[in-house]
C-alpha cells in the first residue's frame, strides 16, 4: 500500500477508490487487534469519500494528488463527529469535533480517504505509547515490543499496512521516535510550517504537525498537500509554499549536498551508530560537526514541555487528576510547579543556542545522526543500559531527537530495515529552516540507493 | 543537604499555591517525578547564560537562517 502508486492507479481508473478502501478496512479489521493502533475506525466516512473520488474521476475531474490514498491520523487530529480523546480518558466526556483539523482538510481536498483516529500516549507525553486507557501499540515488526510514541499508533499503521499516509504531531520527538522503531519515514518539518489548527495542543512552544508515510515520494505528496497559508494558526509563519515533489523525482544524487554526521551528544552506540553511520557515508559525508550544547537544549526543551504542557491541563489536575494515565499524571503535576524562573531561562537558552547552530549551516545541508538509542524495545520495559549506564527508557528515547526540535529545525527521519537484529531503527536527516527540499532529496537518494526502505513488517506482507 | 527532603517539602507547599490536593502517596510520587526534572534540567540550569539573553517564546527559524 504505497501512496503515491495508489493514487496513479486510481487516476487511471485502474482500481477504484471503493475498492481500495475497503481493503483497508477490511485488513483493519482482520489485523488490528493485533497492533492496536487505530482507536476509531471511520468506515462510513471513508467510503463516501471513496464514492466521491470515483465519482469525481468519472466526471473527467482532477481528483487531486493523493486521488483514493487511504490516510488516518493520530487521535489528537479533529475528525468532524468523532470525539478527540488526544489519547485521554477525559477527553472522550467532550463532544465530538465540528470540524476537520486543518491538516485533515487538506489530505482530504487532495482527494485522500479518511480511514480513522489512531492511538497515542496520553496528551502525546511520551515516546512509547503505551497507553493505559486505549491499551499499549504493539509494533508490527514484534508484538512484544513498543511502536514508540508519542505517535505510535501513526506508525505501526504503516508497517502493518492498514494505510498509505498517516498524520503525525512530534513536539520533542513524536513523529521521528515511531518512524524509527517501526521503520517508516516521517517528516517533522520546520517549526511553523504547517498548520496547527484543529491539532488538540501538547506545548505551544515546540508543538509542530507533519506526515508519515513507507515512501520518499508519497511522503512529499503529503506533505505538500498540507502546506498552505492558515489564519487559524498564530504559530505559523506566513512563508509561500514550497513544494517538494520535484526535489525527490528530480535528485537521485545527492552528492550535490554537503553532508555531515553529527558527533559528540549525537555518536550513539551500538545499531544505532551503525545505522546513521552508513546513512552518512552513502549520502558522502566526510565531516563530522559539532552541534552546539546539544544536552543544554534537551534540558532546555524538557522544562519548557514539562510546564507548558502542565498549564494546559491544570484545571483538570486539580478536579480529576485520578482519570489521567498514571504513565502521564505525575510528570504533570511535577511540571506544573516548576519555578517560572528556570522556564524563562530555558526559552533564552533556545534562542541563544539556536544562533549558534544556525552557523553550522553555512558549511553544510544536511547534519545526520540517529533518531534513537536503541530499536524497539519490549512493552512495560522501564530501564535502558546506554554507555554502561542505567537511564531511565522513557524519557531517553527523545535524548537524540529532543535536542533538533528545541530549535525548530526540520527532520526527515528515514528507516534503515532490518538494523537492529532484524529490527528497523531510524536516523535523522536535519536541515537549514525551511530547507525541506535538501532533506527530501538526501532521503530520495538513500531509497534509490537501497539504504533506506520502509518494508511491511513481515507478519503483515502477505 | 537533604535534597530528598526539599523537593519534598518544595513540592508539598508548590502543590499547595497552585490548588493542587496531594495526600501523602501523591506527594511521594510528584516528588520523584520532580528530582528527575531536577535532573534532567540540570545541564540547562548550569549554561552560562548572557545575563541580558532575550527569550524565544515563539521561536523563530528565521532568525538563524
Same mark, same amino acid.
Given at each position: 500500500?504505497?501512496?503515491?502508486?495508489?493514487?496513479?492507479?486510481?487516476?487511471?481508473?485502474?482500481?477504484?477508490?471503493?475498492?481500495?478502501?475497503?481493503?483497508?478496512?477490511?485488513?483493519?479489521? !482482520? #489485523?488490528?487487534?493485533?497492533?492496536?493502533?487505530?482507536?476509531?475506525?471511520?468506515?462510513?466516512?471513508?467510503?463516501?469519500?471513496?464514492?466521491?473520488?470515483?465519482?469525481?474521476?468519472?466526471?473527467?475531474?482532477?481528483?487531486?494528488?493523493?486521488?483514493?490514498?487511504?490516510?488516518?491520523?493520530?487521535? %489528537?487530529?479533529?475528525?468532524?463527529?468523532?470525539?478527540?480523546?488526544?489519547?485521554?480518558?477525559?477527553?472522550?466526556?467532550?463532544?465530538?469535533?465540528?470540524?476537520?483539523?486543518?491538516?485533515?482538510?487538506?489530505?482530504?481536498?487532495?482527494?485522500?480517504?479518511?480511514?480513522?483516529?489512531?492511538?497515542?500516549?496520553?496528551?502525546?507525553? *511520551?515516546?512509547?505509547?503505551?497507553?493505559? #486507557?486505549?491499551?499499549?501499540?504493539?509494533?508490527?515488526?514484534?508484538?512484544?515490543?513498543?511502536?514508540?510514541?508519542?505517535?505510535?499508533?501513526?506508525?505501526?499503521?504503516?508497517?502493518?499496512?492498514?494505510?498509505?499516509?498517516?498524520?503525525?504531531?512530534?513536539?520533542?520527538?513524536?513523529?521521528?521516535?515511531?518512524?524509527?522503531?517501526?521503520?517508516?519515514? *516521517?517528516?517533522?518539518?520546520?517549526?511553523?510550517?504547517?498548520?496547527?489548527?484543529?491539532?488538540?495542543?501538547?506545548?505551544?512552544?515546540?508543538?509542530?504537525?507533519?506526515?508519515?508515510?513507507?515512501?520518499?515520494?508519497?511522503?512529499?505528496?503529503?506533505?505538500?498537500?498540507?502546506?498552505?497559508?492558515?489564519?487559524?494558526?498564530?504559530?505559523?509563519?506566513?512563508?509561500?509554499?514550497?513544494?517538494?515533489?520535484?526535489?525527490?523525482?528530480?535528485?537521485?544524487?545527492?552528492?550535490?549536498?554537503?553532508?555531515?554526521?553529527?558527533?559528540?551528544?549525537?555518536?550513539?552506540?551500538?545499531?544505532?551508530?551503525?545505522?546513521?553511520?552508513?546513512?552518512?557515508?552513502?549520502?558522502?559525508?566526510?565531516?563530522?560537526?559539532?552541534?552546539?550544547?546539544?544536552?543544554?537544549?534537551?534540558?532546555?526543551?524538557?522544562?519548557?514541555?514539562?510546564?507548558?504542557?502542565?498549564? !494546559?491541563?491544570?484545571?483538570?489536575?486539580?478536579?480529576?487528576?485520578?482519570?489521567?494515565?498514571? %504513565?502521564?499524571?505525575?510528570?504533570?503535576?511535577?511540571?506544573?510547579?516548576?519555578?517560572?524562573?528556570?522556564?524563562?531561562?530555558?526559552?533564552?537558552?533556545?534562542?541563544?543556542?539556536?544562533?549558534?547552530?544556525?552557523?553550522?549551516?553555512?558549511?553544510?545541508?544536511?547534519?545526520?545522526?540517529?533518531?534513537?538509542?536503541?530499536?524497539?524495545?519490549?512493552?512495560?520495559?522501564?530501564?535502558?543500559?546506554?554507555?554502561?549506564?542505567?537511564?531511565?527508557?522513557?524519557?531517553?528515547?527523545?535524548?537524540?531527537?529532543?535536542?533538533?526540535?528545541?530549535?525548530?529545525?526540520?527532520?526527515?527521519? !528515514?528507516?534503515?530495515?532490518?538494523?537492529?537484529?532484524?529490527?528497523?531503527?531510524?536516523?535523522?536527516?536535519?536541515?537549514?529552516?525551511?530547507?525541506?527540499?535538501?532533506?527530501?532529496?538526501?532521503?530520495?537518494?538513500?531509497?534509490?540507493?537501497?539504504?533506506?526502505?520502509?518494508?511491511?513488517?513481515?507478519?503483515?506482507?502477505? | 543537604?537533604?535534597?530528598?527532603?526539599?523537593?519534598?517539602?518544595?513540592?508539598?507547599?508548590?502543590?499547595?499555591?497552585?490548588?493542587?490536593?496531594?495526600?501523602?502517596?501523591?506527594?511521594?510520587?510528584?516528588?520523584?517525578?520532580?528530582?528527575?526534572?531536577?535532573?534532567?534540567?540540570?545541564?540547562?540550569?548550569?549554561?552560562?547564560?548572557?545575563?541580558?539573553?532575550?527569550?524565544?517564546?515563539?521561536?523563530?527559524?528565521?532568525?538563524?537562517?
Amino acid at each position: 500500500m504505497i501512496a503515491h502508486e495508489i493514487a496513479a492507479r486510481v487516476r487511471a481508473r485502474e482500481v477504484s477508490a471503493a475498492a481500495v478502501v475497503e481493503e483497508a478496512l477490511a485488513r483493519i479489521a !482482520v #489485523h488490528n487487534g493485533l497492533v492496536n493502533a487505530f482507536t476509531d475506525v471511520t468506515a462510513e466516512r471513508a467510503r463516501a469519500e471513496a464514492a466521491a473520488v470515483d465519482r469525481a474521476i468519472a466526471r473527467g475531474d482532477d481528483a487531486g494528488s493523493l486521488a483514493g490514498v487511504p490516510f488516518a491520523a493520530k487521535n %489528537l487530529f479533529g475528525l468532524a463527529g468523532i470525539v478527540t480523546r488526544a489519547g485521554s480518558r477525559i477527553e472522550r466526556t467532550h463532544a465530538p469535533a465540528r470540524a476537520d483539523a486543518f491538516a485533515v482538510a487538506r489530505l482530504r481536498a487532495a482527494g485522500a480517504v479518511c480511514l480513522g483516529a489512531l492511538n497515542m500516549d496520553e496528551y502525546a507525553y *511520551g515516546f512509547t505509547t503505551e497507553n493505559t #486507557h486505549d491499551g499499549p501499540v504493539r509494533n508490527p515488526h514484534d508484538p512484544a515490543r513498543i511502536a514508540g510514541g508519542s505517535s505510535g499508533g501513526s506508525g505501526a499503521a504503516l508497517a502493518a499496512g492498514f494505510c498509505a499516509v498517516t498524520l503525525a504531531t512530534d513536539t520533542n520527538g513524536s513523529i521521528r521516535v515511531p518512524a524509527s522503531l517501526c521503520g517508516v519515514y *516521517g517528516l517533522k518539518p520546520t517549526f511553523g510550517r504547517l498548520s496547527r489548527a484543529g491539532a488538540y495542543p501538547f506545548v505551544a512552544s515546540l508543538d509542530h504537525v507533519g506526515p508519515m508515510a513507507r515512501d520518499v515520494a508519497s511522503l512529499a505528496l503529503a506533505y505538500d498537500a498540507m502546506q498552505g497559508d492558515d489564519p487559524a494558526d498564530p504559530a505559523q509563519a506566513r512563508r509561500p509554499v514550497a513544494p517538494v515533489s520535484g526535489a525527490v523525482s528530480g535528485a537521485l544524487v545527492p552528492r550535490t549536498l554537503r553532508v555531515a554526521r553529527l558527533g559528540g551528544h549525537f555518536g550513539g552506540e551500538g545499531a544505532a551508530r551503525a545505522a546513521a553511520d552508513r546513512v552518512a557515508v552513502a549520502l558522502g559525508a566526510n565531516e563530522e560537526a559539532t552541534f552546539p550544547d546539544a544536552a543544554v537544549l534537551r534540558a532546555a526543551a524538557f522544562l519548557v514541555t514539562a510546564s507548558e504542557g502542565a498549564a !494546559v491541563h491544570l484545571a483538570d489536575l486539580r478536579a480529576r487528576a485520578d482519570e489521567f494515565d498514571p %504513565l502521564v499524571r505525575d510528570r504533570l503535576l511535577a511540571g506544573a510547579l516548576i519555578p517560572a524562573q528556570w522556564v524563562h531561562r530555558a526559552q533564552k537558552i533556545r534562542r541563544e543556542i539556536a544562533r549558534r547552530a544556525g552557523a553550522l549551516f553555512a558549511r553544510f545541508d544536511v547534519l545526520v545522526a540517529p533518531a534513537t538509542p536503541c530499536a524497539a524495545t519490549t512493552i512495560g520495559q522501564d530501564g535502558l543500559v546506554l554507555g554502561g549506564e542505567s537511564v531511565p527508557l522513557r524519557p531517553h528515547f527523545g535524548v537524540f531527537t529532543q535536542p533538533v526540535s528545541a530549535i525548530g529545525l526540520p527532520v526527515l527521519a !528515514v528507516p534503515v530495515p532490518g538494523a537492529a537484529a532484524g529490527l528497523p531503527i531510524g536516523v535523522q536527516l536535519i536541515g537549514a529552516p525551511w530547507q525541506e527540499a535538501a532533506l527530501f532529496s538526501a532521503a530520495a537518494g538513500l531509497e534509490a540507493a537501497g539504504v533506506c526502505a520502509a518494508p511491511l513488517a513481515a507478519a503483515f506482507a502477505s | 543537604m537533604d535534597l530528598a527532603g526539599n523537593i519534598e517539602a518544595y513540592v508539598a507547599s508548590a502543590a499547595r499555591m497552585l490548588g493542587l490536593e496531594f495526600d501523602a502517596e501523591r506527594t511521594a510520587a510528584v516528588s520523584s517525578a520532580f528530582a528527575l526534572v531536577c535532573r534532567i534540567a540540570e545541564p540547562a540550569l548550569a549554561y552560562p547564560l548572557d545575563r541580558l539573553a532575550e527569550p524565544a517564546p515563539v521561536f523563530l527559524p528565521e532568525e538563524i537562517a
